[in-house]
């Protein structure tokens, strides 16, 4: 499917690939890995034809069809529906050509064609996919004008997904994905049947969707055959024996410079010496193994405090009095805890990571905390908020004030940051350095919980490994919310689902909360199927009557994405105690609640009419 051959490319005056070659039978599922800055993704962009090698080949088998995730989506108000549909080209076309054309043959050609490639079941598998990234039914008909960010990313991959390509090229597909989505992509990948080259630090997916890794190190492209587990042992084998064969040809060398030493000049020895000077300079001493972890993190210890840390006695939280987004929360955590948060995007869970983070005010109820009390907060967004005119040093500097430069950078250098690194601007380092500079900065007092919102989207697979490590060795109680399957079944040892307005401790473990989600999603798609069903059933006269819903829905659905946008500045708003913005914030916002409740009540209305 895919050969590269001899391969160089450079940036910068760095290479990242010297005369690398390649070999991907079609139908192979490969994972390719490496660290964070390695090339994985200008790799993608070479065999895209994105970016020009400086020299050697990449060659596809003829009537290859690559897909991967672009970022070109309109921005108008083409519905996410038609935005998924439009992925498919010639689908497109040939649907617009059955419309016009006259010709006979012509019109034999298309419909056979349309019925060879599906396009009669199109917009099902399109809903189906959709509805598997997060996208419900009413989703899937606003416009995607509607939608930012990540939400735009799912609907890019949905269009990547839909073209079946036969050689699917992902890059971090999982990053924008909550887990529900993630568990179906994975299942997804696992029944796809054509090529696939997946970019991944997550290690699940990994395991359970790929045939071969390919592994990017010292400019080189070297393939292993299983998953990344089976990957990681090799290698490790592999590592062992190549240090081994090196400290015995140094041993060799120094035996034969030895004799050229003593005897160089000596007119009996010289040329014996000159045949083993010549061997040492000819000598393949194989490359040291290098450590490529990461420098490990380290957590400070928090002192010892009385159990429960805090405790909530039917607490509402939210933001606005009377608007609760989790009501009736009875929660402890203690200082031995390790708890992850389940539940989709949407359902409250950094909601309520914000109420223990006490950046959010309970909106009814109690929380109790000790009054020594440390808590320790991250969350991803924060690294926007970095001043990038700063350097890491000049940062924790403002942090710990009035503490000598040696503690502050001893603190730095907890989480890899040497003199060189702490001392260049933040515009300047990775988005992983970016990351493990906020957990300095949350951690530097030794907090007695630590709060973790996302804490692995910037990181590589050995960070993984490294903060894994540093929770396991911290002696104080963790709150997690991440998408990393790996990351949570090792870290937490309690799960709570946040679902349904409140969030109440899960009994099972995170492989029967997976087969929960596919339950839920199977009923879903198929009550889905059986309203489109109903709604293709109804008489006629319904149709004006139905298409003023429609619009009333649409407009539900606008006000519902402006009333969450207005409900995140009320967060930063009250996280700045800026008492101005929120008055301000507040006034709309119960002006958009009094919209709601108009249109729901037009809605009502519309339905009892249907």
Not at 577 to 593: F, H, M, V
Request: glycine share 6%.
């Amino acid at each position: 499917m895919l050969t590269i051959q001899d391969l160089t490319y450079r940036v910068g005056g760095r290479t990242l690939l010297d005369k690398a070659s390649l070999a991907i039978g079609t139908g192979h599922r490969v994972g390719l890995v490496g660290p964070n800055g390695v090339g994985k993704s200008t790799l993608f962009k070479l065999i895209t034809g994105e970016l020009m090698a400086d020299s050697g080949e990449i060659g596809l088998v003829k009537n290859t069809s690559i897909g991967w995730v672009k970022q070109d989506l309109p921005d108008d108000d083409t519905l996410l529906i038609d935005v998924v549909l439009a992925a498919d080209t010639e689908r497109a076309a040939l649907m617009l050509e059955a419309e016009t054309v006259s010709d006979p043959d012509r019109i034999g050609y298309i419909y056979t064609r349309l019925d060879e490639i599906s396009a009669y079941d199109a917009t099902s598998r399109a809903a189906t996919i959709l509805s598997g990234l997060g996208f419900n039914e009413e989703a899937q008909n606003r416009p995607i004008s509607d939608f930012s960010g990540g939400w735009r990313m799912r609907v890019a991959l949905a269009a990547t997904l839909f073209r079946r390509p036969n050689l699917l090229m992902l890059d971090e597909p999982t990053n924008h994905l909550d887990f529900e989505a993630m568990v179906w992509l994975e299942s997804y990948l696992m029944k796809f049947t054509e090529t696939l080259l997946i970019i991944s630090h997550d290690r699940d997916i990994l395991n359970k969707t790929v045939t071969h890794i390919l592994h990017m190190e010292n400019q080189k492209l070297n393939a292993y055959t299983g998953t990344y587990d089976e990957f990681e042992r090799t290698r490790a084998e592999k590592m062992m024996n190549q240090q081994a064969l090196r400290e015995k040809q140094l041993v060799q060398k120094a035996h034969m410079q030895k004799f050229v030493d003593r005897f160089g000049a000596t007119a009996s020895k010289a040329r014996q010496a000159q045949s083993r000077l010549k061997a040492i300079q000819k000598m393949d001493i194989v490359d040291a193994v290098m450590a490529e972890r990461v420098t490990a993190f380290v957590f400070p210890q928090p002192t010892e405090l009385r159990s429960p840390l805090i405790a909530l006695d039917n607490v509402d939280a939210g933001y606005e009095i009377g608007k609760p987004i989790l009501k009736k929360l009875n929660l402890r955590i203690d200082m031995d805890d390790r708890i992850a948060l389940l539940g989709a995007n949407g359902n409250g869970k950094s909601t309520l990571v914000k109420l223990l983070a006490d950046r959010l005010d309970p909106l009814s109820g109690n929380v109790h905390k000790p009054s020594k009390l440390k808590v320790g907060y991250f969350a991803q967004f924060q690294t926007d908020e970095l001043d990038v005119t700063q350097t890491p040093y000049q940062i924790m500097q403002d942090v710990m004030k009035g503490v000598a430069e040696p503690k502050v950078r001893a603190s730095l250098g907890k989480f890899g940051f040497d003199k060189d690194k702490a001392d260049t601007k933040v515009g300047e380092i990775s988005g992983g350095e970016k990351a493990r500079l906020l957990f300095c900065l949350m951690s530097y007092d030794a907090p007695h919980i630590m709060l973790l919102d996302e804490p692995t989207n910037h990181l590589d697979m050995d960070a993984r490994e490294a903060l894994m490590q540093a929770l396991n060795n911290y002696e104080g109680a963790v709150i997690l919310v991440s998408h990393d399957p790996h990351l949570v079944e090792t870290v937490a040892d309690r799960l709570w689902l946040v679902a349904d307005g409140t969030c109440v401790p899960y009994d099972d473990d995170l492989e029967g909360y997976r087969n929960l989600v596919v339950q839920q999603r199977r009923r879903e798609r198929d009550g889905a199927k059986q309203a489109r069903n109903k709604k293709s059933e109804k008489p006629s006269g319904d149709n004006t009557a139905e298409k003023q819903a429609t619009k009333v829905e649409a407009a539900l659905a606008d006000l519902t994405t402006r009333k969450d946008a207005i409900e995140n500045e009320l967060a930063t708003a009250s996280e700045k105690g800026d008492a101005g913005q929120l008055k301000r914030l507040n006034q709309t916002y119960s002006q958009i609640q009094k919209d709601i409740e108009a249109v729901e009540k037009e809605l009502e209305n519309l339905i009892a009419s249907l």
